[in-house]
């Protein structure tokens, strides 16, 4: 497995090595011990989440600001953008952003810690995307930030507007957000 760290140094892209001939491929998809080496934390994962999405579908920015979770993200079909968004007060990295394609095609893996915001929109016709959390699901906690803050100024490489559920169509600008200290 090759770990880069990105712009963002928490945020860790994972590329499994991956064996493959005429029949197909093989990869070890996670492994504790090798993730706790690329990462360096010592994170245990306490669940799964797998969702569809269709293209132009655009989840995010979530996360949870208590019980916060770090997730492990990949693709097993399609493409997406994916982003993690520093809400970390005290970070040098406060407001930033890295993204990163994500495909069933590449194999990437991209983890982002707790403290992040999280997201990705669909390019492909559809894509089924999985989810390894550090902490378990908590709705009453769960927090948005809009897609589209201008401070942000992500770029989606988006060629129309997303599809969004109602939920993020309420996301607040991280200026109103509550952040980790």
Known sequence: MQ????????VVLIEP???????????????????????????????DNHSCSSKGVLRGLHYQIQQPQGKLVRVVSGVVFDVAV???KNSSTFGQWVGVELSADNHRQLWV??????????FSEAAEF??????????????????NDADLGIDWRLPSEPRLSAKDNKGLALAQAEVFD
């Open 113 to 122: 810690p707790p403290g992040f915001a999280h997201g990705f929109v669909v």
């Open 3 to 10: 770990a880069t760290r990105l712009a963002i140094p928490d």
């Open 17 to 47: 090595k991956v064996f493959g001939d005429a029949r197909g491929f093989f990869y070890e998809s996670f492994n504790q011990r090798a993730f706790n080496q690329a990462t360096g934390t010592d994170y245990q994962f306490v669940q």
């Open 130 to 147: 999985l989810y390894k959390t550090t902490d378990y699901y908590a709705p009453e906690h769960e927090r948005c930030i809009a897609w």
């Open 86 to 88: 520093d809400i970390r």
